[in-house]
């Protein structure tokens, strides 16, 4: 293709701004066809590019036969260009359409398409994903994802904003972060090591070293359980904080929560309208309630449970019916948290630990982490793990280790919630679970 020809085929603008205000000016368009409309005289071709969609006009008398025979072939996915001429129409998608002057099909997509990217057709979660990249080219898909990465960046300027250096932490590692369970075991040259479930005790050495720190990152579960917020592979974003306990990163979090809110309401109302979602801003601080006090809330109700028991789905779902939106569980049993997490002075049966709610689903688990060395391998031992399993970890507290806390977010979940959908896959570009390792 000549330098010239490759000039023609560049676009002078996007879907989006195809606007009444441009009546009459000659534009250049390159993207996808979304969706054909044919009324005898008249053909309009719905044109999809990165930023939306726009009504292209073709009015057949005003090409030539040899453009009009291969527009007859025109299909859905097929990529094009477009040259045509900007006019107010009130009858069409936002008041304005292009007609069409010339085009170049670059493009043809196979037929039958297997997934109608229009939505007329209903697919289920599993046909969604089996044709995944044509499920994102649906606007409303592909809004969840411009969402993530709002989100994604509010979170780094905000936690950078406060102090915090972002990290990135090995994910082949050779002690189980969380004692053991739930595992990949991977073959690294003869020697077993896992992929690695959180950051944990490579955040919390960190803060030796930077004090804050925060990681944003791929972390992985051989999670057995197939429900709609299980996966195998995720999101997880970490912070960890030296001098800090669970009162401190709390406040953190239920600040991030309320940035990346007003974030998304400021960049991106257009996706959460074409998502149906009603956002606001939530009102901070967020409300507190005892692991104790919410038991005790339950057996009010006819509920069983057992004092240390850890809440189960059942008992989530009834307590976020009762209370909605955010709100923090706190002081847990200290048997039912991992061996980091430290026993309360006063009680040590009960943990300086936190779960992040929102209704019923979990978003966040922290709290003060244990800053002394023989209490953590006490801990440890108690939890059935042998501390020279963990000896490197350990050595760090002979150097000076502070006091320090932290928590883990699942970045998906928020997305969940921040979407409004209720099925984790849905906001993964490719998810992953028990049953699922393909596209």
């Known amino acids: 293709m000549s330098p010239r020809s490759r000039e023609r085929l560049r676009r002078s603008h996007l879907s989006a701004e195809i606007r009444p205000e441009l009546d009459g000016q000659s534009v250049r368009l390159l993207g996808w066809v979304h969706e054909i409309r044919d009324l005898g005289g008249i053909k309009f071709i719905l044109l999809?590019?990165?930023?939306?969609?726009?009504q292209v006009t073709v009015k057949k008398n005003a090409l030539s036969v040899e453009k009009l025979?291969?527009?007859?072939?025109?299909g859905a996915e097929d990529v094009i260009y477009v040259e045509g001429v900007v006019r107010k129409q009130p009858k069409a998608r936002l008041g304005v359409e292009v007609l069409l002057k010339d085009y170049r099909i670059l493009?043809?997509?196979?037929?039958?398409?297997p997934y109608d990217v229009t939505g007329k057709v209903p697919a289920n979660i599993d046909t969604r994903l089996d044709h995944r990249i044509l499920d994102l080219r649906k606007p409303e898909n592909k809004a969840i994802f411009l969402i993530a990465?709002?989100?994604?960046q509010a979170i780094r300027e905000f936690l950078t904003d406060k102090g915090f250096v972002e990290i990135r932490t090995p994910r082949i590692i050779v002690t189980a972060t969380e004692g053991g369970a739930a595992l990949f075991e991977v073959?690294?040259?003869?020697r077993k090591?896992?992929?690695?479930?959180?950051p944990q005790l490579y955040k919390e050495e960190l803060t030796t070293v930077f004090e804050r720190v925060f990681e944003i990152g791929p972390f992985f579960r051989a999670e057995e359980s197939h429900t709609r917020r299980h996966v195998s592979e995720f999101t997880s974003i970490d912070i960890e904080a030296a001098f800090m306990d669970l009162y401190d990163v709390m406040k953190v979090l239920e600040e991030l929560i309320a940035h990346v809110h007003r974030r998304v309401l400021e960049e991106r109302p257009r996706e959460l309208e074409m998502l149906g979602v009603e956002l606001d801003v939530p009102k901070i601080p967020f409300k507190r309630y005892t692991y104790d006090e919410l038991v005790k809330e339950l057996k009010e109700i006819g509920v069983e449970i057992e004092w240390g028991e850890d809440f189960g789905t059942p008992h989530l779902r009834i307590l976020g019916e009762k209370h909605r939106g955010y709100y923090f569980i706190t002081h847990f049993p200290t048997e039912s948290k991992?061996?980091?997490i430290q026993p309360c002075e006063d009680d040590p049966k009960?943990?300086?630990?936190?779960d992040l709610m929102h209704d019923w689903l979990e978003l966040a688990s922290g709290g003060t982490r244990i800053s002394d060395r023989s209490l953590l391998e006490k801990r440890l031992r108690e939890q059935g793990l042998n501390p020279e399993s963990f000896k490197n970890h350990l050595k760090v507290y002979d150097y000076g280790m502070p006091v320090h806390a932290g928590w883990g977010l699942g970045f998906e979940r928020l997305l969940m919630v921040l979407t409004g959908r209720n099925n984790i896959r849905e906001v993964i570009l490719f998810p992953r679970d028990k049953f699922r390792l393909t596209p």
Request: proline share 5%.
């Open 48 to 54: 999809r590019d990165v930023s939306g969609i726009c």
């Open 69 to 74: 025979k291969d527009l007859e072939d025109l």
């Open 107 to 113: 493009s043809r997509a196979r037929r039958p398409i």
């Open 149 to 152: 990465s709002t989100v994604l």
């Open 187 to 190: 073959d690294y040259f003869g």
């Open 193 to 198: 090591a896992f992929l690695a479930q959180s």
């Open 338 to 340: 991992p061996f980091y």
């Open 350 to 354: 009960l943990s300086e630990s936190f």
